[in-house]
């Protein structure tokens, strides 16, 4: 065989192109088949690179699944809540909207953030802070609307906790039954879910206007 014809070595990665790749491949692999199946040898094989490589990056397959559950949780928790918005009704719409936005572009960081739920308790704690940090920063919405109408006379905080937890469970309902029914755009979704929350937040707001 020629000089000319004998294979040429793959060139070498740099060291951040493997971590990238390690982190792409396994965000699939954890949103496929959850925390608890997958393994750092799969996570490997997919991102074409040995385990040992793997370890190199990562101490451990926990150390790698919360650093992609908090990269996802800090990219969604900063593009939620929308600050332009002229009213309530906008408001609320715009933070739908931007959900749904996120979702569609991060469908692997939905099933890691919301529909994985690992037996490992390292794992599960990050996502209960996780599930804390949206709770907290979905309570920002209701801040934004200086008085409500309610049957209560529960804490102002306390109660925007309690809307923020609401929308946020409703949201989550929603997407789940978005990912099982993907010929539903995503303007019907962002509508319908608005329409959904807004009669009765709108109530409140009405009422005090």
Known sequence: MSSSARPQPRPRLESAERRALILQAASEMFAKQGYDQASMRKIASAAGVTTPVVYD???SKTALYIDLLQAYADDLIAHWVPTDASGPEELLSQSIDAFFAWIEEHEQ???????????????????????DRATRRAATLFEQVPDLDVSTSL?????????????????????????ANRDVSRADVVALTTDLLWRGLGRMTFAVE
């Open 109 to 131: 960081g939905w099933r890691m953030l919301f529909m994985d739920l690992s037996t490992d308790e390292t794992v599960a704690a990050t996502q209960r802070a996780i599930q």
């Open 155 to 179: 804490d102002r905080g306390r109660m925007n906790e309690f809307f923020a937890e609401t929308v946020k469970t409703a949201l989550n309902g929603v997407a789940a039954w978005w990912w």
């Open 57 to 59: 990056h990562f101490e």
